[in-house]
């Protein structure tokens, strides 16, 4: 069965067939530390949205090293090691990186730049999209599931 948007690896599916809640580029210290990116391309889900075919067979791993006991959990093929996602321990949201979890990440645009901080001397950013020291202002966090 094919749904709106699938990711993972050859061990793990995943997929969502609803629309997410917030697209961005991120320029956080975290994504940086964790992907090696100057930005990430970071997709938020409602927790519900995206299933997982072998939840057994995810590794975690906390997602801020500075933080081992925040929230959010990065989870990894127990297997082959590929990144698939980032799951919240309360239950509010999963993320998505789809360059590196398996996503199309034409069929999910960054809308806005989040967390940019001038003060870390990288250039700001000039694609035209809105750019915000957090995410963007109108967002809401979904109610821990």
């Given at each position: ?7 993972g ?18 320029h956080c210290?975290?994504c ?9 391309h ?6 519900g949205d ?18 081992p ?10 297997e082959?090691?590929?990144p698939?996602?980032l ?6 949201i999963?993320?998505i990186?789809?360059?590196l979890?398996?996503y ?17 001397g ?13 995410l963007r202002p109108?967002?809401?966090w979904?109610?821990?599931?």
């Amino acid at each position: 069965m094919s749904h709106k948007y699938e990711g993972g690896c050859e061990h793990i599916h995943t997929h969502a067939s609803n629309e997410p809640i917030d697209n961005h580029s991120c320029h956080c210290s975290v994504c940086k530390n964790v992907t090696g990116q100057d930005n990430t391309h970071v997709v938020f889900f409602n927790y519900g949205d995206i299933v997982v075919d072998n939840m057994a067979g995810l590794k975690r791993q906390p997602f801020n090293a500075n933080n081992p006991n925040g929230p959010l959990e990065l989870c990894t093929c127990a297997e082959c090691g590929s990144p698939i996602m980032l799951d919240d321990k309360e239950k509010r949201i999963r993320v998505i990186v789809p360059n590196l979890m398996g996503y199309n990440s034409e069929q999910l645009p960054a809308t806005y730049h989040a967390f940019y901080d001038p003060a870390a001397g990288a250039p700001a950013p000039s694609d035209g999209r809105p750019v915000y020291e957090g995410l963007r202002p109108d967002f809401v966090w979904p109610k821990p599931g």
